[in-house]
């Protein structure tokens, strides 16, 4: 966020009776409440995918080493199902179906699962209700140009990393948070 949207969160939460504001960086808030110690010499990595933005941070001391934000998350997860669906089935699915698609067989990683759902929409040729069949390879093709982008954030803020710091990640692993998390593969 901005500085003037920083003050602006402040100044609500006083207005609002706080006595104390704190505003800290989301991968911070998001790696103490994963349950992780962060105050600790060693390097942790946190992948925050929620709705509007995935968050990509190392932090060691109670700070963050590197770190990178993007615009791709759940939302445009949804977006892509909904583009992928429209395209290949000529189907016009809302955002609640594109977001239950994603939540019940919506995969990151090709062969991680083998099933289907029916989804139902506007048949683009005819104008009538249809239901068609959509598979987790389907989801998979659909998402892999944004979860290859999010994979490419990773990516980048590890090559930014110490590299005693970044043996930390390689030996403890990422923790993921947000919505986005629950994506299988």
């Not at 001391?61 to 089935?89: C, H, M, P, Q, W």
């Not at 995969?107 to 683009?124: C, F, N, P, Y």
């Amino acid at each position: 966020i901005t500085s003037v949207e920083r003050n602006a969160i402040r100044d609500a939460a006083y207005r609002a009776g706080a006595k104390k504001v704190y505003i800290e960086e989301e991968p911070k808030v998001a790696a103490v409440g994963a349950g992780l110690d962060i105050g600790k010499p060693s390097g942790c990595m946190v992948l925050d995918i929620g709705g509007g933005t995935t968050d990509v941070a190392v932090i060691s001391l109670g700070e963050i080493v590197s770190s990178t934000s993007l615009k791709i998350a759940g939302d445009t997860l949804d977006r892509d199902i909904i583009k992928f669906v429209k395209e290949n089935k000529k189907l016009l699915i809302g955002d609640r179906t594109a977001e239950e698609v994603k939540k019940q067989i919506g995969t990151a990683w090709k062969g991680s699962m083998h099933e289907t759902i029916e989804v139902s929409g506007r048949d683009l040729v005819t104008g009538l209700p249809k239901t068609v069949k959509v598979s987790s390879e389907e989801t998979e093709e659909a998402l892999r140009e944004a979860t290859l982008q999010i994979v490419e954030a990773v990516h980048s803020v590890l090559e930014k990393t110490p590299p005693e710091l970044a043996a930390d990640v390689a030996d403890r692993g990422i923790v993921l948070t947000g919505g986005g998390s629950l994506l299988r593969g």
